[in-house]
């Protein structure tokens, strides 16, 4: 049926549902397959299958999906986590110094913040998202792959998560210059880029599943840039470094705002298939 409908995927997707519906891992799905099922669990299959046919994607079936080698669960809430964005995790960790501090901003399930974390016990993040539900998860994500004790986590608009008034540290010095301890060594974000119009006439399997607040970056898809190009200075050590996600054809658009910002040594990056995918600056 998957393969009709045209999924390049079908007999591993089969696979995946069937053993979920099942309860079966797959060492168990190829030893017992020729034992019989019951009416019951067949009925199950069946609606995990026309949820497959309708475009729902097998990790949102099932509820969880692979990421950095780790794995997370999943909500109405959540994006799907993309292997694309691992790219950015693998740059985190070469810019994070020991016993640095980031904060992941639109964390979504988390799998930014809890990818980093587990490869790096020295390090400590914050991570925020204006989505509670999506917070709940990544709550439940950084438990369940032993981090939760180095990460913070943070509800509100961007930086506005960041500023719970009672534990706000004092400002030192002049200006509005935060405290040191406040202060992050990295910023990351895989913020919602995609233009509104374009979110419109996107496969039904993203349109329709991956939540709207997940997707949509605004009439340009830069909105958030904006906020985040504009506000990120005051938040990072000196020498610190914001790295970005992007779409591919954003590389020169999302530069130019870190430029305009005041960034330094700004460059773009590229992802395994060679397409534009994150924008590196650094605060002087
Ligand atoms: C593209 S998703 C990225 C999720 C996750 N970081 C990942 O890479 O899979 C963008 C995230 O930004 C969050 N978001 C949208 N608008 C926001 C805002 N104004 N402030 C903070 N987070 C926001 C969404 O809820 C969503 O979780």
Known sequence: ????????????????????ALGFDALQL?????????????????????????????????????????????NEATLEPRPDTELLVDLALKALPTGGR?????????????????????????A????????????????????????????????????????????KGEGDDRAEESRFDLILSNPPYISSEVVETLAPEVKDFDPRLALDGGPDGLGPYRIIAAEAGAWLKPGGKVLVEIG??????????????????ISVEKDLAGLDRVVSAHHI
């Not at 980031?102 to 914050?126: E, H, M, Q």
């Not at 989505?131 to 986590?153: D, F, I, K, Q, T």
């Not at 530069?255 to 305009?260: G, T, V």
């Open 1 to 20: 049926m998957l393969a009709a409908n045209g999924a390049g995927t079908a007999t591993l997707d089969a696979k995946l549902l069937v053993g979920h």
């Open 30 to 74: 190829a030893t017992r397959e020729s034992e019989f099922v019951s009416t019951l669990l067949a009925s199950s299959v069946s609606e995990l299958m026309q949820r497959r046919l309708t475009g729902e994607s097998v990790a949102r079936i099932i509820g969880h999906k692979e990421f950095y080698g780790l794995e997370f669960a999943l």
């Open 102 to 126: 980031f904060v992941d901003l639109g964390t979504g399930s988390g799998c930014i913040p809890i990818s980093i974390l587990a490869n790096r016990p020295d390090a400590s993040g914050v």
């Open 128 to 171: 925020s998202d204006i989505n509670p539900r999506a917070l709940e998860m990544a709550g439940r994500n950084a438990e369940r792959n032993g981090v939760s004790g180095r990460l913070n986590l943070r509800q509100g608009d961007w930086f506005g998560a960041l500023l719970p008034p009672p534990s706000f540290p004092p400002h």
């Open 248 to 265: 591919y054809d954003q590389g020169a658009a999302v530069s130019n705002l870190f430029a305009a910002a005041g960034f330094s040594r």
